[in-house]
């Protein structure tokens, strides 16, 4: 049995070379897969039972060895719907069953995968390039809530956003302690003044004078709940240089086009500052039904933010500027979506608001390598690798990127060389073993 064992052993050699041989060319094959992640073999040793002082070395078989928790390198593809996970976990993902209503229908079966070179497709879902549609959790733009299941296809609406009413402005400046108004007298400070015109709205037969003794506070664009942009031209004027009670009024252009006895300036209210140049409260004021050349935006709160506007020497004499912005926006389309790296997918709109649309849950498994491999860059979950854990846990999403196999050629090679030499060895085995056979039957005759 010697003889005929050694070349049984060989034989099974050859056979667990082979399969080596068979993952190495497999691995090389893909080493441009998106995702891809190699199988490496490993051999046991299999060693009858047999009385002690005569063991022999035995045979071998071949196993495959999964390599899921080892990564590719990241490589930059510049488009916004590819993402790639830096660190463990897997993408979930379904495949489509068809259709009904001219609309996909999934498998229901949840699959996992590394590949996440998504795009959108022509009904707004994310698919991955081996056809694999994206799971999430799918946000409306507008609310900022969930939509349908929360664990479901993520399907983008490329709906448009409805306009936004301004309803708050945040204000915060700083306002000089003598202005620089056009009849101002260095020497007195009562010059720098708005007398007779304080208290009231300015109308248009006094806008000159008006404007003399006031110094502009900025603008900012306001919008009305059908999205029409006002521009709302801010003015200040100083009324009492009082100690520690100095005080200013606020007024806004509601009419430039105002004629005489018709308002032009429409007074906001008043801010008294104390002595340190500090701001009195109320902190925060409400313009009454908001208009601007005809146009209604409505009742708007002037917000001057946790500490107030202050009062300050400049050199300028004008109002230095900190905050000036508001809340409204009109309408606005989708315009293009990138994946952020908390797995927020943020949605950018045509009016300028960039807000969250869906989010990707990323599984991880205690026994990662214990998945079944299916086609496509995908796995299965078994008993053996557990229940899928929901969570980044340590692992971060990198929008336009994409994952590449974690083949080595020059490994894949070596491993190659080492497989070949050992493959040939056993065919020696095999031939010497068929050569003293030979001799045995050639002893016979």
Known sequence: MGIFGAMTTAVSGLRAQSYALENISGNIANSQTTGFKRVDTRFVDLVPELSAGREIAGSVTAFSRLTNTLQGDLQPTG?????????????????????????????????????????????????????????GSSIDPRTGAITGNANSVIRISSDPIPARATTTINYGVNLPTRPAVPSADPTDPDSYLLTGLAGADIAAENNAAFTSKSISGGSVTAYNSVGTPVNVQLQWAKTSNAAGAETWELFYLSNSAAT???????????????????????????????????????????????????????????????????????????????????????????????????????????????????DSGVYERTLESGLPIVGLNGSTLIGGHVEGSNTDIAEEFSKMIVTQQAYSANTRVVSTSQQMMTEIINMVR
């Open 79 to 135: 488009i916004s719907t590819n993402a790639a996970i830096n660190g463990e976990g897997f993408f979930v993902v379904q495949e489509q069953a068809g259709y009904a209503n001219n609309q996909p229908i999934f498998g229901g079966v949840d699959l996992y995968t590394r590949r996440g070179d998504f795009h959108l497709d022509k009904d707004g879902y994310l698919v991955n390039g081996a056809g694999f549609y994206l799971r």
């Open 260 to 374: 005489t006895g018709q308002t032009m300036w429409t007074r906001i209210g008043q801010v008294e500052f104390d002595g340190s140049g500090a701001m009195k409260p109320p902190l925060s004021t409400t313009i009454s039904g908001l208009t601007v050349d005809g146009v209604p935006v409505g009742n708007v709160t002037l917000n001057f933010g946790n500490t107030g506007l202050t009062q300050y020497a400049t050199s300028s004499g004008l109002v230095q500027a900190g905050t000036l912005e508001q809340d409204g926006y009109p309408s606005g389309v989708l315009d293009a979506i990138q994946i952020l790296s908390d797995g927020r997918i943020a949605g950018s709109y045509t009016n300028g608001r960039v807000v969250p649309v869906a989010e990707i849950p990323i599984v991880q498994f205690n026994a990662d390598n214990a998945l079944r491999r299916l």
